[in-house]
T-cell receptor, first 114, second 114 residues
Framework: AQTVTQSQPEMSVQEAETVTLSCTYD???????LFWYKQPPSRQMILVIR??????QNATENRFSVNFQKAAKSFSLKISDSQLGDAAMYFC???????????FGTGTSLTVIP | EAQVTQNPRYLITVTGKKLTVTCSQN?????MSWYRQDPGLGLRQIYY?????VTDKGDVPEGYKVSRKEKRNFPLILESPSPNQTSLYFC????WGQGNEKLFFGSGTQLSVL
């Protein structure tokens, strides 16, 4: 089984500031997909951003961007201009291109301070 | 509206009393899966299904059963629930083929086994 590690159980950020959430993963494969999901207090899981391993360019979705370092097996999420609505649990997830399973990290709880 | 419908949202039961959590999607997705979410452990995959009559174990299948008789439905069955199955459960579905397809999640079922 693949391992996805989120080493920061909790993070906080001032409103309008930038925060980076860390994610590392363990794999021997070269082709895979990475995701960040957000879980607000409503507990609904929402896709934030995704990255294909074969793409060198880092994915960006509005205020959300990733820093994908394939050699280091690192996939961090940067949230710019943080807003109160960004407060949530964030999960990093991995899926092999050859496999059918998703592997999630343990989550990072983000607090946004007004 | 495209959605994954999961019922019930909350369930309290006693040890050994069989229960079923239903999951239905209206997006004609091939892939469906079940996860349990526990504090400090993130989401772990229980079972998944690639299509009708095709199911396979995830990382934590012990004590659970699933079936996929119709493409839209993927119920999770606990034949003899135990307290260690107290958890938040999510059903999810997605298209399958390109690899980066996002998971659509249900609203979750908070299960307590007394």
């Amino acid at each position: 089984a693949q391992t996805v590690t989120q080493s920061q159980p909790e993070m906080s950020v001032q409103e309008a500031e930038t925060v980076t959430l860390s994610c590392t993963y363990d794999t021997s494969e070269s082709d895979y997909y990475l995701f960040w999901y957000k879980q607000p207090p409503s507990r609904q899981m929402i896709l934030v951003i995704r990255q294909e391993a074969y793409k060198q360019q880092n994915a960006t979705e509005n205020r959300f961007s990733v820093n994908f370092q394939k050699a280091a097996k690192s996939f961090s999420l940067k949230i710019s201009d943080s807003q109160l609505g960004d407060a949530a649990m964030y999960f990093c997830a991995y899926r092999s291109a050859a496999g059918n399973q998703f592997y999630f990290g343990t989550g990072t709880s983000l607090t946004v301070i007004p | 509206e495209a959605q994954v419908t999961q019922n019930p949202r909350y369930l309290i039961t006693v040890t050994g009393k069989k229960l079923t959590v239903t999951c239905s999607q209206n997006m004609n997705h091939e892939y469906m899966s079940w996860y349990r979410q526990d504090p400090g452990l993130g989401l772990r995959q229980i079972y998944y299904s690639m299509n009708v009559e095709v199911t396979d174990k995830g990382d934590v299948p012990e004590g659970y059963k699933v079936s996929r008789k119709e493409k839209r439905n993927f119920p999770l069955i606990l034949e003899s629930p135990s307290p260690n199955q107290t958890s938040l459960y999510f059903c999810a579905s997605s298209l399958w083929g390109q690899g980066n397809e996002k998971l659509f999640f249900g609203s979750g079922t908070q299960l307590s086994v007394l």
